[in-house]
C-alpha cells in the first residue's frame, strides 16, 4: 500500500511570509494528525480530522495556523504569517480510525529565515 | 504538552548487545504505543500496549508496562545497525489524543 505523502519536503522563507503544507494520506484512512516537531523533540499534535471535520485543534496557534481536510481526503496545513519559532518539521499522519496506530509521512522540514 | 518522558535521552551500544529504553507517563492510559523515526524520516509504528497487558512481543521486541508505576520498557535484542533511530513512546489517555514523549536517541555501532 502506498504510503502518507507529503510535499514539499523542505521549505525555506522569510519570517511574516506565508507557507502552505500538503498532505495526501493512505487510502481509505480516516483519521489524519498534523504535528509539529521541533528539534530534539517528540511530535506535538496541531489538529485531528475525523473524515472531513475537525476533532482537536486545541494546540493549533488559529491566530496564524489553518489546516482543512478536502472531501475527507488529502489535507492543507497553512502558516500566515510565520515566526521563527514556528522553524520545525511538519509531520502528516493517518489511521485507519482513532483507535489504530499511525502511519506517517516523511514530513516539511520549515526553516525561518 | 508532553505527557512521556523517555529515559536515557542517548543510548549507545555495540551490535549485537541489548538496548533498553524506559518511558514514564503522568496520567492514566487506555494504551501505550512505541515508534522509530530514523534521521529525516517520519515515524514508524512498533508496537502497541494496552492498559490491561503486562508484556507483548513482536520479533526482536519486548515491551512491558507497569500501570502501576506509570511506565514502560522497550527492549530491543540482538541489536543491529539497522536499529540505529530515535524512539518514542506515545501514551493514549482516556480522550483520544496520542501524546509523545521527547525520544531516546538509539545509536548501535557495528
Known amino acids: 500500500e502506498a504510503g502518507v505523502a507529503q510535499s514539499p519536503r523542505y521549505k525555506i522563507i522569510e519570517k511574516r511570509q506565508s507557507v502552505a503544507f500538503w498532505c495526501n494520506p493512505i487510502s481509505g484512512h480516516a483519521t489524519l494528525y498534523w504535528y509539529q516537531q521541533i528539534l530534539g523533540q517528540g511530535p506535538k499534535l496541531l489538529i485531528q480530522f475525523q473524515n472531513n471535520g475537525v476533532v482537536d485543534d486545541s494546540q493549533l496557534p488559529k491566530d496564524r495556523f489553518s489546516a482543512e481536510r478536502l472531501k475527507g481526503v488529502d489535507s492543507t496545513l497553512k502558516i500566515q504569517p510565520a515566526k521563527l519559532e514556528d522553524s520545525a518539521v511538519y509531520l502528516c499522519a493517518s489511521s485507519l480510525d482513532w483507535e489504530q496506530p499511525q502511519h506517517f509521512g516523511d514530513g516539511t522540514r520549515l526553516s525561518i529565515l | 504538552s508532553q505527557q512521556g518522558e523517555e529515559d536515557p535521552q542517548a543510548l549507545s551500544i555495540q551490535e549485537g548487545e541489548n538496548a533498553t529504553m524506559n518511558c514514564s507517563y503522568k496520567t492514566s492510559i487506555n494504551n501505550l504505543q512505541w515508534y522509530r523515526q530514523n534521521s529525516g524520516r517520519g515515524l514508524v509504528h512498533l508496537i502497541l500496549i494496552r492498559s490491561n497487558e503486562r508484556e507483548k512481543h513482536s520479533g526482536r521486541l519486548r515491551v512491558t508496562l507497569d500501570t502501576s508505576k506509570k511506565s514502560s520498557s522497550l527492549l530491543i535484542t540482538a541489536s543491529r545497525a539497522a536499529d540505529t533511530a530515535s524512539y518514542f513512546c506515545?501514551?493514549?489517555?482516556?480522550?483520544?489524543?496520542?501524546?509523545f514523549g521527547k525520544g531516546t536517541l538509539l545509536t548501535v555501532n557495528p
Open positions: 506515545a501514551s493514549r489517555g482516556s480522550n483520544y489524543k496520542l501524546t
